[in-house]
């Protein structure tokens, strides 16, 4: 029975006494419970009116005897606390416990499972609890496992006292009437049940409406008017398990009285028990009315479905609306002036159930004002700015519908008087300086922020010049408006940043137009940005905050004499009375250096470098302007001049001494005078140098087996040996100096490629220099063959023409020998300035192949022998004289004739087909050649696929021959 079935799973939850634990998987909606008895008793027949409720020891069921061989009756009752239920769905419970003995195992006995009613203290075989129903009867024993456990099904049992709403749930264990007296029956149970359960708590609606206007609900008389368009379709709810995360919504909708058109579908969930669905309404025609609802599902149950909200469907749209305004008609004529406000009428045009106006400038419209009634009127206020302006205005319709926009466009006076603010800073006196080209204007006035207009008369000299007083930091705004008499014609409006931050002039440092210079004295003013200030605090960028004390008309004078050329900023910050502190200023300038600049990629500054005898190259430059020449001294040498068209240049110097060098530069100008001295000091190694004409210092030279000379020259004095270890050798070697202190020695690379030559030098009393590393390359002698033809994929045919490029790194090869299978050497001169020479071969067998490659000098030395292996297929060759492979040629319905020859002996037949089109095969002669004839019908590229087949059904390779036919 289910009840059995039900068992393992219900197994896998430790038992315990009294225990109640819920078990809350994240990826569920609902709870895992187990739930432990609350209490229990046993009924005993040989003591009818004795209670044993709630006792130590294990629970009798049946037949049993005591120590004296008295036969027993029992049963046994157990309440649960099932408040938790109440509410709730419940998917499955199960009632578990386990067998302490049984008298007989063999034998499958029936035990039955009965809801009572509650235990109470007089409990007894006489007075035991009433019984409501029979919840399921198992098999203890025979192929179960025994001692084992019970299980029976209560889920329906459990769902009817939650739905009642019932507090506890009393069970009665017990063996079936007609066999509670046999004492094979009889069993002992632990008096620890538990109902092990699943449980949800169905989610609920609280509200449901469409998206926009917001939660709307119509009814079925007043149905919400919607456009033919989607809708988003809303329901919002709550859902009483926490860990349920997935609150979705059914929505069904159809057209009232035709419920046999009701769609339904979910929607999407947004969190916080609220899930949406866009429904279209364009699919029913204009008028219908629209019957919708919705329910809440949280992946295992349903909410009842809400009452339904009625839309109807209004697909007309309103008629565009007009506008009109008497102070800015759209007559093509300039009205108002700018900053003078009009009044503007937005009428329905007829529409009577028009609820707004959208409107903005210049296509836009955006802002949005609704109608005081379905189809009536507004006005809005706007102020243009501008001699050209527009107003964007559509209608918007009940069910949202808009109508087209209309473009309202007139022209407006430049009336706005011309504004210009002079900002001090914050409490110092700032100015407006106010001027128009209006006549008749007789005053201005104007506003500062929130303050009321003051009135001033017009200059009629010039620009009025109007003392104001900015209070605070921040955007304020500043009105100004022209007035001819009362008569208000023009106005201007701007948003002014006030700030405090203090101003820095110089007439020293100010870039572009004055760059500072190294060692010339200069300085710097600062002003205040507001009040009361008794100091400025400043850096030059180097983390250092200095601060100078301001004059008593709060500015500031810093004198400073750069020392080091380059990009500057200077920041500043003044410091009020009160201690407060401004926004910081940043002042940006250059400083050049009247010394020329000296530069060498081979001898640095720092660091040891370059060798005695070893030139390197110095450049020099300078920023000034009038350059002549540079003169230069290299250590006590004699001083040298070098001349130059424009500030660089550069030359090249050999140290003639290692350790510290010192090179002095000045910059000599067109007046003849001189900028001040530059010293460049660097430091040349005392390492030996090493020089060979044979093998060049990082260049290409001789091949293996050919011998070169190295000389080894003293980077310091007194040297009397050389050690030196070839790279690949790792043997060091020794040779003697002589009386010049140089060595020369001979080495013969076995190797191609790169090489490391690393030389030490000794003096006699044993001092070891610093290591030169001298590289240079051994040019490989052997010829390189590449090729489309290889020796991994067969390619081609016999007859086949291969082209093979060859190169080699021995630059005095003139000629090119090569041989195919083993055949008489041929050659072929090399290219000049061409890194490659192509040489080309007719196949002549299928298969495995090989071509061998020297190259030859003109004293007719020979480099070593290549050997490239590679293979021929046995696709066809395919030629022809009207479309010649890879050429424009022919034209749409020129028939051009294709020749197949054989690339493998045996073909009898030949298979082509042109592009996608359908294979055609021609018979080939004695010869293995055919002939084919196709004629183009479009202009373009086309592609030849052909192979051939012998006699015995064996096909070739397939050759594919591209071809272009000419658009005329």
Request: aromatic share 12%; proline share 7%; glycine share 10%.
């Amino acid at each position: 029975m289910r009840a059995r079935r039900m068992l393992a799973a219900s197994l896998g939850i430790v038992l315990g006494a009294g225990l109640i634990s819920v078990d809350t998987a994240p990826a569920q909606a609902y709870e895992h419970r187990t739930t432990g008895k609350s209490g229990w008793a046993y009924t005993d027949s040989q003591q009818p009116r004795k209670s044993f409720v709630n006792t130590d020891g294990d629970a009798p069921v049946g037949a049993w005897t005591d120590a004296t061989g008295t036969k027993h009756k029992s049963r046994s009752y157990f309440t649960f606390d099932i408040s938790r239920f109440r509410g709730t769905v419940v998917h499955k419970a199960d009632l578990v416990v386990a067998e302490r003995s049984a008298a007989d195992c063999a034998t499958a006995q029936p035990v039955e499972l009965w809801r009572t009613d509650p235990i109470t203290a007089t409990t007894s075989w006489a007075s035991s609890p009433r019984r409501r129903e029979l919840l399921g009867t198992v098999q203890a024993g025979g192929e179960a496992a025994c001692p084992g456990y019970l299980a029976w099904d209560i889920m329906p049992a459990l769902q009817k006292l939650a739905d009642q709403g019932k507090q506890t749930l009393t069970v009665e264990i017990r063996v079936p009437h007609g066999s509670e007296g046999k004492l094979s029956h009889g069993r002992k149970l632990r008096p620890f049940p538990v109902i092990n359960s699943e449980a949800n708590h169905a989610p609920t609606v609280g509200q449901i409406g469409i998206d926009f206007p917001a939660w709307a609900c119509g009814t079925k008389t007043e149905p919400q008017p919607v456009g033919p368009r989607n809708h988003g379709l809303m329901v919002k709810g709550a859902d009483a398990d926490s860990n349920d995360a997935n609150y979705r919504g059914q929505f069904a909708a159809w057209p009232v009285g035709h419920e046999d058109q009701r769609a339904e579908q979910f929607g999407y969930s947004y969190g916080g028990a609220l899930s949406k669905l866009d429904w279209d309404m364009s699919q029913y025609p204009h008028g219908t009315v629209v019957a919708w609802t919705a329910r809440a599902y949280d992946d295992h149950d349903f909410s009842p479905w809400a009452e339904p909200c009625y839309v109807k469907v209004d697909a007309q749209r309103p008629a565009a609306p007009v506008v009109t305004s008497e102070k800015y008609p759209n007559d093509g004529l300039p009205h108002g002036g700018a900053g003078v406000p009009g009044t503007f009428t937005f009428k329905a045009n007829g529409s009577p159930d028009v609820v707004g106006y959208y409107w903005g400038r210049f296509g836009d419209a955006y802002n949005y004002i609704p109608a005081p009634a379905p189809g009536a009127d507004v006005t809005l206020e706007y102020t243009p700015t501008s001699f050209s302006d527009s107003l964007s205005v559509r209608s918007v319709d009940s069910a949202s519908n808009s109508s087209e926009t209309v473009r309202y466009e007139f022209w407006v006076k430049s009336t706005a008087p011309e504004v210009q603010v002079t900002m001090a800073g914050i409490g110092l006196p700032s100015k407006l300086a106010v001027s128009t080209n209006v006549e008749g204007v007789t005053e201005f006035g104007y506003r500062i922020g929130a303050g009321g207009e003051t009135r001033v008369p017009v200059n009629p000299d010039g620009p009025t010049e109007i003392p104001v007083t900015f209070a605070e930091a921040g955007l304020v705004k500043v009105e100004v408006r022209s007035y001819v008499g009362s008569e208000f014609v023009g106005g201007y409006t701007e948003n002014v940043s006030v700030r405090d931050l203090p101003t820095v002039e110089s007439a020293d440092f100010s870039f572009p137009e004055h760059d500072g210079v190294v060692d010339r004295p200069g300085s710097f003013t600062f002003r205040p940005g507001r009040t009361a200030v008794v100091a400025y605090e400043y850096s030059f960028g180097d983390g250092n905050l200095l601060r100078v004390d301001a004059a008593a008309d709060g500015t500031a004078v810093l004198h400073w004499t750069p020392t080091e050329p380059g990009w500057y900023a200077l920041t500043v910050r003044s410091v009020s009375a009160d201690g407060t502190v401004s926004e910081t200023q940043e002042h940006q300038f250059n400083v050049i250096d009247t010394k020329p600049s000296v530069y060498s990629s081979t001898y640095y500054e720092y660091g040891a470098w370059g060798g005695v005898g070893m030139p390197g190259e110095f450049q020099f430059d300078t920023v000034m302007p009038d350059v002549d020449a540079y003169v230069y001294r290299l250590n006590d040498g004699p001083e040298q001049v070098v001349d130059t068209d424009s500030s660089w240049t550069r030359v090249m110097l050999t140290p003639d001494r290692s350790g510290s060098n010192t090179l002095t530069v000045r910059t000599r100008f067109l007046d003849g005078s001189f900028s001040p001295t530059r010293t460049y000091t660097f430091e040349v190694s005392d390492a030996p140098v090493v020089t060979s004409s044979d093998y060049p210092e990082n260049d290409s030279a001789g091949q293996p087996g050919q011998t070169g000379r190295f000389t080894f020259n003293p980077g310091r004095p007194g040297v009397t040996e050389y050690r030196y270890v070839l790279e690949y050798s790792g043997e060091e070697q020794v040779v003697a100096a002589g009386a010049d202190g140089r060595a020369t020695i001979e080495i013969t690379p076995t190797h191609s490629g790169y090489t490391l030559l690393t030389v030490t030098s000794r003096t006699a009393d044993g001092t070891v220099s610093p290591e030169r590393r001298y590289y240079f390359r051994v040019r490989e002698p052997r010829v390189n063959v590449s090729s489309a033809y290889d020796e991994y994929s067969p390619r081609g045919g016999v007859g086949s023409v291969g082209t093979f490029g060859v190169y080699t790194e021995i630059s005095e090869v003139t000629t090119f020998e090569y041989q195919l299978n083993g055949g008489a050497w041929q050659s072929v001169p090399k290219k000049p300035d061409a890194f490659v020479t192509d040489i080309t071969v007719t196949m002549d067998r299928n298969g495995a192949n090989l071509i061998s490659v020297r190259g030859r000098t003109a004293s007719g030395d020979q480099t070593p022998q290549t050997d490239y292996p590679f293979l021929v297929g046995t696709a066809p060759l395919v030629a022809s004289g009207t479309y010649p492979a890879g050429q424009w040629s022919g034209g749409v319905g020129v028939a051009g004739e294709f020749t197949f020859t054989q690339g493998s002996p045996g073909v009898t037949e030949f298979e082509y087909a042109v592009d996608d089109g359908q294979p055609v095969t021609v018979a080939a002669n004695a010869a293995g050649v055919a002939t084919a004839t196709f004629t183009p019908t479009s202009a373009g590229s086309y592609t030849m696929r052909v192979r051939g087949r012998t006699a015995d059904g064996v096909w070739t390779d397939t050759t594919s021959y591209y071809f272009l036919v000419n658009y005329s």
